[in-house]
Structure formats: structure tokens, C-alpha cells
């Protein structure tokens, strides 16, 4: 519903409006100027009675000079009750001084534009309104008065309540969520420990080959469950804000090295090459952190080349900047996508159903590298492969 008023001035009465042409006759002989005076005159009244929008006209004072149809249904005040009575009638108690703030605009000759209010009915009820101000000036230039659009917003205000109301329960949900996953994996954390020690244990025990075998592949996958309930637990950390670091100084080429071996005994597909002399310096971070970073960058590098055979690493120093880059010749990354991988749970679509992962690795090592000051990003080309690289500031 629109509402719109206008003042007094500015819309006259019809009976009015017809007197104003003089007797019928020099009404009928007038110019064909004075004619089309009278039919717009004739069409704005017609607007203004038939228009199911409420359309009000007050004086300069705030008093009601005519009420239409439309604003009977809208405030429910029929138009005896409502004219000659101040337009303050429709304004609530707590929002009184804004008839005066927008007066005062008025009088600056300065519009009021989408300014959304409350307006009270003649039942009580409140009706959330848009309110459109604009100054009226005579031929002079004077202020003679405004003209108000008011629309009804009370769809578009429930709407947004409703909106509210879903975020929140979004929000909640996806806190119950964090909780439930951070609980889980604590749950899971202790009796994946008892597995693996008891299978280190058997392992040493058993003396036939292919039973240490079986043991073997079963420490495996226990290895692939723990480290996949640590990166759970990592994500609800970062989601409470309590990802934690441990800074201490070590070597960065002797880290690098390290890294790189523990991949190295997983991989008889790939080989790791450190490309390239590695810069001799002595980084200040959380070492065990940072292995995590270059881990997962290596072991997505061998993920997504399931027909490659290398890897490729790079370190250098590039002004007051440790730069590392971790290379594969695998399926690549469309650029649409370049940004969004770094996402919580974010897969891209279309990976090969063999290549499994929950979208867990490059969101955590961007909060680790992020928590470093440092920052992480991607280059890629379809079918040729793809470029992961952090940077991290030294002091
Ligand atoms: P997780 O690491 O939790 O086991 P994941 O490998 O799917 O699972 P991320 O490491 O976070 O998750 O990577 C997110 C997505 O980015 C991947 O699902 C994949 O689509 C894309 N991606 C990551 N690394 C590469 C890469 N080297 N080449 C091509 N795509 C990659
Ligand atoms: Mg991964």
C-alpha cells in the first residue's frame, strides 16, 4: 500500500477547483488552455478519491485539510474524524519530534528521502511506513509547503524479521554443530590412541610376516582417522577463536628437510624435489604448525596429480619475506575457484570420485599462516597443474 500526502495548498477541492473556472458558460467558451487546466485538475481529484493508497494534505501547521479514501482504510480514521485535526495524531508518543525534524528540512528546502517510520492507527496498532519528504516552492521560490509519499513497509519489515529470526536459528544450529563436532572428537581423540599404541604393540609381538603386514595397514588407516579428528578439532579451535600457536626459533632449511622426509615415506608415487638452494635463515613461528601447513600442501600436491610423478618445492628469501611454493603437474584449479578453496569444507565441483577429502587442509593451513601474518594463495592452470604459496614476514 502507498501512501501519499500532500499539502493543502497543492491539491485543492474539486467544487473548488470548478468555482475557480468561473460560470459554466465561460467555462464551456474558455481556451482550450483553460480546458486542459480542468481536466487535469478533474484527473489529479479523481486520483486522490479512487486511489487506494492514502493520500493526506495538511497546512504548513500539520493540519489535516482533506483525507481520502485510502487513508481511511490505511489509519482507519474516516474523514470527519480525521480533518482539521492535527497530522501529529499518527505519529506515536516516543516518535513526536520527528513531524518537527522534518519540518525543519523542509523549511532548509532539503528532501527527506526513504526515511522509514512508525506510524499509529486509529485501532492502536503500529504500521512500519517509508516516508518520502519533498519541499514545495512557489514561482518566487519560496516554501509553501511539502508533499509526503508514505509506503507501507509492514511486508517488507516482517520479511526482514523473518530473516533475522532464521539467521539466528542458523547461527545456533551451526554453534550446536561446532560443539557437537568439537565434542566428538575429543571423545574419539583417547580410544584412537589405546588402537594405535596396542598395534605398535602387536605389531612388534607377531612373528609372521604377512600378520605384521595386516597390522601394518591397520596402523595405517588408524594414522589417516587421528590426523583426520585433529584437523576436526583444529577447525573447531579456530571456529571458539583457540587456535593456538608455540613459537619458538628454529632452522628453516632443517624444518624444511624434515617436512618433507615425513611425506616422503608415504609417497612411492611422487617424488619431492626441493628445487633450487634453500635460504639459510632462522625462523621465529610454531614449528609443529608450519609442518602441518607444508604437509598438507604436499599431500594435496600428490592427491590431485593422480598421473604426475613429481612435486616440486621452492623456499627463497624475497625481501623482508620467506616465500615457499609447493608445485604439482595434476588436474589444476579453475581461477573462479582460486579463493574459495582456502573456505571451510569447500571442495571443487567435479573432482574425480576417487580423490576423497572433507575440504579440511588449506582452510587450517590459511588460519595457521594467517596467525603468522603471513599469507597463502594459489596459482593454477586446468589440466596443467597448480602453484600453492606462503608467504611469511621476517623480522
Ligand atoms: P582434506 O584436506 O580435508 O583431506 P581436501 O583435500 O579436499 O580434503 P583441501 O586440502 O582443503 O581439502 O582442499 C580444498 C579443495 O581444493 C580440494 O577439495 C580440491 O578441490 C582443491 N585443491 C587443493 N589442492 C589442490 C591441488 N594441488 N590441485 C588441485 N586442486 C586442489
Ligand atoms: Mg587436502
Redesign the pocket.
Same mark, same amino acid.
Do not use: P, T
Given at each position: 500500500m502507498k501512501i501519499i500526502i500532500f499539502t493543502s495548498n497543492m491539491i485543492k477541492s474539486l467544487p473548488e477547483i470548478t468555482n475557480s473556472l468561473g460560470s459554466e458558460d465561460e467555462r464551456h467558451l474558455a481556451s482550450p488552455f483553460m480546458e486542459s487546466a480542468d481536466d487535469h485538475f478533474r484527473m489529479l481529484a479523481s486520483i486522490v478519491e479512487h486511489s487506494s493508497d492514502a493520500i493526506i494534505s495538511k497546512d504548513l501547521r500539520g493540519i489535516i485539510k482533506s483525507w481520502n479514501a485510502g487513508a481511511c482504510q490505511v489509519f482507519g480514521y474516516t474523514e470527519e474524524e480525521a480533518v482539521g485535526r492535527s497530522i501529529t495524531m499518527l505519529i506515536p508518543p516516543d516518535r513526536q519530534e520527528e513531524e518537527q525534524m522534518i519540518l525543519n528540512r523542509i523549511y532548509r528546502g532539503e528532501a527527506v528521502k526513504h526515511f522509514e517510520t512508525i506510524r499509529v492507527k486509529k485501532d492502536g496498532t503500529l504500521l512500519p511506513i517509508s516516508l518520502t519528504i519533498s519541499p514545495v516552492k512557489n514561482s518566487k521560490g519560496g516554501i509553501i509547503g511539502a508533499s509526503k509519499i508514505a509506503r507501507d513497509i509492514s511486508d517488507k519489515v516482517q520479511l526482514q524479521q523473518q530473516l533475522q529470526e532464521y539467521a539466528e536459528k542458523l547461527k545456533e544450529s551451526n554453534a550446536h554443530k561446532d560443539e557437537f563436532i568439537s565434542i566428538a572428537s575429543h571423545e574419539l581423540k583417547t580410544p584412537l590412541s589405546s588402537i594405535k599404541a596396542y598395534l605398535q604393540l602387536m605389531e612388534r609381538e607377531l612373528k609372521e610376516e604377512q600378520h605384521q603386514q595386516y597390522v601394518n595397514r591397520m596402523l595405517h588407516h588408524v594414522e589417516k582417522v587421528t590426523r583426520?579428528v585433529s584437523?576436526l578439532l583444529d577447525i573447531s579451535r579456530i571456529q571458539s577463536g583457540k587456535l593456538e600457536f608455540n613459537f619458538s626459533e628454529f632452522d628453516f632449511a632443517e624444518f624444511l628437510s624434515e617436512g618433507i622426509d615425513s611425506v616422503r615415506q608415504t609417497s612411492q608415487t611422487h617424488q619431492i624435489l626441493v628445487e633450487g638452494p634453500l635460504p639459510e635463515l632462522t625462523l621465529y613461528a610454531d614449528r609443529h604448525r608450519l609442518e602441518q601447513v607444508l604437509i598438507?600442501?604436499i599431500?594435496?600436491?600428490i592427491?590431485?596429480?593422480p598421473d604426475a610423478d613429481k612435486v616440486i618445492v621452492r623456499a627463497k628469501k624475497e625481501a623482508a619475506q620467506l616465500l615457499v611454493s609447493v608445485q604439482?603437474f /595434476?588436474?589444476?584449479?579453475p581461477d573462479t575457484?582460486w579463493k574459495n578453496?582456502?573456505s571451510r569444507f569447500?571442495?571443487?565441483a567435479g @573432482?574425480p570420485a576417487h580423490?576423497? /577429502?572433507? /575440504?579440511?587442509? @588449506?582452510?587450517i593451513?590459511n588460519e595457521i599462516i594467517n596467525g603468522h601474518r603471513g599469507k597463502m594463495w594459489?596459482e593454477?592452470e586446468l589440466g596443467k597443474?597448480?602453484t600453492?604459496y606462503f608467504s611469511l614476514p621476517l623480522p
Open positions: 583426520l584437523e598438507n600442501l599431500s594435496n600436491a592427491k590431485y596429480s604439482d /595434476g588436474i589444476g584449479i575457484e578453496v582456502f569447500y571442495r571443487v @573432482l580423490i576423497q /577429502g572433507l /575440504g579440511m587442509g @588449506l582452510y593451513s594459489v593454477s597443474g597448480s600453492f
